[in-house]
């Protein structure tokens, strides 16, 4: 099936550093989403970005829909050991019967102690 | 807790046998999706389900098939299972078919096929 290609595959950084993450697709999404997951969880949402440009804030979580509509981005700034997990990127189409999410690759961030 | 709930957090069955998953929605939500996470697949889109209806398909196999119930829960059968079929398996709700809304995820169920 189709997933989104997103960077860095795995971050190892230490407690307080800013983490940035990317996710690109060949295809136009209408609404791009961001969730992170943790071992043996369900994926959580954190940031849902609706318009091309759009730039919004969640906490230290700040996300924005790229202007091609074909990629996102999401910063994290001074980490703390909570933010350990999985993050995913996930877009989707607007048309009706088509609200299911493609997933991106994935993006593990470590902390090091 | 997104208020999605799913049983059983796990199961562990042979290959051949047939199962069910079963996934209760947020409270008032219409809309229940399904996808698939191994390790090399990554989250992949199975079947929605609006309000008893299904909505849309994506990568699902013949062997599998899902119903939503009129209380709005929905079960996800996967019959002569294969080693393959070793993933977790994750519903999500949200309140309507709408793409306004967005979807939040249960705690998945770990399948395991021997």
């Known amino acids: 099936g189709q997933q989104l290609n997103q960077s860095p595959q795995s971050m190892f950084i230490q407690e307080g550093e800013d983490v940035s993450m990317n996710c690109t697709s060949s295809?136009?999404?209408?609404?791009w989403l961001w969730y992170k997951q943790d071992p043996g969880e369900g994926p959580v949402l954190l940031i849902a970005l609706y318009k091309a440009g759009e730039l919004t804030s969640n906490g230290r979580l700040t996300a924005q829909f790229g202007i091609t509509r074909k990629d996102s981005f999401l910063n994290i700034s001074a980490s703390i050991p909570s933010d350990v997990g999985i993050y995913f990127c996930?877009?989707?189409?607007?048309?009706?019967?088509?609200?299911?999410?493609?997933f991106g690759t994935g993006t593990r961030l470590t902390i090091i102690p | 807790d997104s208020g999605v709930t799913q049983t059983p957090k796990h199961l562990i069955t042979a290959t051949g046998q047939r199962v069910t998953l079963r996934c209760s929605p947020r409270s008032g939500d219409l809309s229940v999706y399904w996808y698939q996470q191994s390790l090399d697949q990554g989250l992949q889109f199975l079947i929605q389900y609006y309000n008893g209806e299904e909505r849309a398909k994506g990568n699902i196999l013949e062997r599998f098939s899902a119903q939503q119930f009129p209380d709005l829960h929905s079960e996800l059968n996967l019959s002569s299972l294969e080693l393959g079929d070793s993933a977790l398996y994750f519903c999500?709700?949200?309140?309507?078919?709408?793409?306004?809304?967005?979807?939040?995820f249960g705690p998945g169920t770990r399948l395991t096929v021997t």
């Open positions: 996930a877009g989707r189409g607007s048309n009706f019967g088509n609200e299911k999410l493609t």
């Open positions: 295809s136009i999404f209408n609404t």
């Open positions: 999500a709700s949200s309140p309507s078919g709408s793409a306004l809304y967005e979807q939040y």
